[in-house]
Each structure stands twice: as C-alpha cells, then as structure tokens.
C-alpha cells in the first residue's frame, strides 16, 4: 500500500477517535460553525449592497447578530422583571388551583371523573419546585461556569469562521490532490447550494408558520397572540421541536390568562381549561397539517428529498442527538446523498457530475475576466 494511502487511513482513524472523546468540544464547534452559517448570507448581501472589505462586512454583521441576540433581551428583562415575577406567581397560583379542583370528583353530565391521583402529584410538584435546594447549589454555580465558558468558545468560534471561512476553504481543497481540485471545488459549490436552499426553504417555512399560528390564537382570543406566533414561528427553526415548545408557552397562556372573548363555563378555571383544550386542539390540527402538506411542498422540493424519510429522520435524530441533531440532519442526509452520487460516479468511470444531479445543487458558471473586474467583492462572496 503506499505511504499516502496509510497515512490518510491513520489520519481518518484519529480524527474519528478525536471526535467521540472530545464529543462535547466537536458539538459546540458544529454549533459555532452552523451560527456562522445562518447569518454568513447578511455579509454577502452587504458585500453586494457597499464597497466594505469582508472583514468590516463580517464585524458589522456579527456584532449586530450579538446585539439583537444578547443585548436586546439584556437590555428588557429589568423592564419586564415585575411581569416575569407575576407570570411566576400565576403559574403558582394555577397549580395550586389546579391541585385543588381535581382533588374532588369532577362530574360532566352523567359522568363522574376520578382525578385526584393527578391532583396530588401537582401538590408534589408544586412542594418540590419551591423547595430549597441549597444541597444542589454548588453543582449549579459548576454548572453555570462551564456554559458561559462554551458560550464564550461558541461566540469567539463563530467570528472566526466567518472572517477566516476563505483561507480554510482554499486549505481544505488544497488537501486534495491537484488532478482533484476542480472536483472539491465543485463539490462545495453544490453542498453550498445544498445548504442554502435548506435555509431558504426554513425561512419560507418560519414565515408561513408565524403567520398562520398569529392567526389562529388570535381567533380564539388568546392575549398575546402576535408574540406567540411570532415564537412559533421562530421555533420552526428546530423541526418539529420548536413548534411544540411554542404551542406549550401558548397553551399555558390559555391556562393562565383564558380568552378575551370565549366564555364556556361561569367557574373561570374550567374556562380556562376549555380555553387551553380548544388551543392543544388546534395546534394538533396545524401542526399536522404543516407536517403533512406544507413542509412536502417547501422543504421536500427544495432539496428533492421524501418527506416520510425526512420525518422519521428528523425523530431519530432528536432522540439520539436532541435539538441539534433535529436541526442539522435534513442538510447533512442531503450533503451526504451529493457526495455519495459524486462517488458512485467515480467508481463507476463515470464523468463525476452528471446533469442528471439537479440543476439545484450545480455550481454556477466561471465568471469571466471582465466580471471579475466589474464585481470584485465577488471573489470573496463565493468564499461564503
């Protein structure tokens, strides 16, 4: 075997076993690398609108990213400390209502529900969530320490892909053989297309999510609706996840506060508890609607892949790796079926993209000397 085959086969087993022991470093790297990723096309469109270099592009565009991420929220929740406190006491208050009226039997009709088993877990619940834990306290001072400290990995690492992104991708083709280099420089092209119509399709997915969740708390009266919606929308960003976390803040809103125009029952907690079946009830009717009909026609077009597939994909993914693993196995399964048929292609004598790859993932055409000269932040855009 020649010396560069075993060296690259040594070289592959040790990064493999670099990244399960040092598991916890490689997934926050991933997520630096995938921040860099949502907000790399704000450089390219600053690039595209001014005559700024791509590090004044990539400073102005992060530190507003970390503006609006941190320092907006920051800046609010001293205005909104009161309203949290009361929000915290609601909640209180709702489980201790709550407990209360299922510790009886509740009768509907000619119908007699025994609940009180529930009625005394919610008093338990209650007990331990405002017991002291002073026992627990140095594990989460720990605790806290080293996830300000990867927070502080992730923003420093994020900056850094975005500024250095070019020279690491000039590098990363450069491994490759020089009989190779044109094949490498294609293949990124088309997993960068990969990956952009994964985004662009989310976006499209998040906007169409927040407007029609807004539309229906808003129908039911739910106070906040616009927010709410908003959230669901913003959620979407984790498949399938997020738009459940979202319909639960909704659903506790209907448990605490009812609505502002439906009135089913004269006792206000069995009104709100009405409320908040009938906003479970519709959440389970758009969600699967958006799971069933509206994700096919944006995300499954855009990357041409089956719904079914990506939906049990997206589950797998959420119970082995959680939210981070939802989020990035729809591109990856993507990425890795591009890089596959570029393979089989090879193996096969084949030219190594074909037409038949999709017009989608193929790397746009050379420019010309005189576009080069015309647009020359372009060079740098392509880098993204």
């Given amino acids: 075997m020649p010396f560069r085959y075993t060296m690259g086969i040594i070289i592959f087993i040790s990064v493999v076993v670099f990244m399960i022991y040092a598991g916890e470093a490689v997934k926050m790297f991933v997520i630096a690398a995938f921040a860099a990723y949502l907000i790399s096309p704000a450089v390219v469109f600053l690039m595209d609108r001014t005559r700024l270099s791509r590090t004044a592009a990539v400073n102005i565009v992060y530190f507003t990213a970390l503006i609006v991420l941190v320092g907006i929220p920051a800046a ?36 007699v529900l025994h609940l009180e088993q529930l009625g005394e877990s919610l008093a338990h619940f209650q007990e331990d969530a405002l017991s002291p834990l002073p026992s627990e306290a ?80 808003a129908a039911i009266g ?89 939906f049990v994909a997206i589950l797998t993914a959420t119970i082995l790796w959680g939210i981070l693993g939802a989020l990035l196995m729809v591109p990856v399964m993507a990425s890795v079926a591009v890089v596959f048929e570029y393979l089989r292609r090879r193996v096969l004598g084949l030219p190594p993209f074909g037409d038949d790859g999709g017009e989608q993932f193929k790397a746009p055409p050379e420019k010309t000397q005189a576009d080069v000269e015309a647009h020359p932040n372009d060079e740098e855009k392509i880098d993204q």
């Fill in 138 to 217: 140095l594990e989460l001072l720990e605790a806290t320490s080293i996830n300000i400290l990867w927070l502080l990995i992730i923003l420093v690492s994020v900056h850094s892909i975005m500024s250095e992104w070019p020279r690491m991708r000039a590098w990363l083709i450069q491994l490759a053989p020089a009989e190779y280099q044109d094949d490498m420089q294609e293949l990124y092209a088309r997993l960068r297309n990969v990956w952009m119509a994964y985004l662009r399709g989310q976006i499209v997915l998040m906007v169409v999510v927040g407007v029609v969740f807004t539309i229906a708390w």
């Fill in 76 to 111: 609010l929740t001293p205005i909104f400390f009161d309203e949290i406190k009361l929000v915290g006491e609601d909640i209180l208050d709702l489980t201790a209502t709550l407990s209360r009226f299922l510790s009886e039997p509740i009768q509907l009709g000619g119908f």
């Fill in 222 to 310: 739910i106070p906040g609706a616009l927010v709410l919606g908003v959230l669901a929308g913003f959620f979407t960003l984790i498949p399938d996840v997020g738009p459940t976390v979202a319909a639960g803040l909704a659903i506790g809103v209907a448990l605490l506060e009812g609505s502002t125009w439906i009135r089913l029952s004269d006792d206000p907690v069995i009104n709100n508890l009405l409320v908040g079946l009938i906003a479970f009830v519709l959440y389970v009717i758009l969600i699967n609607a958006k799971n069933f009909f509206v994700r096919p026609i944006i995300i499954g077009r855009s990357l041409h892949m089956n719904e079914a597939l990506i």
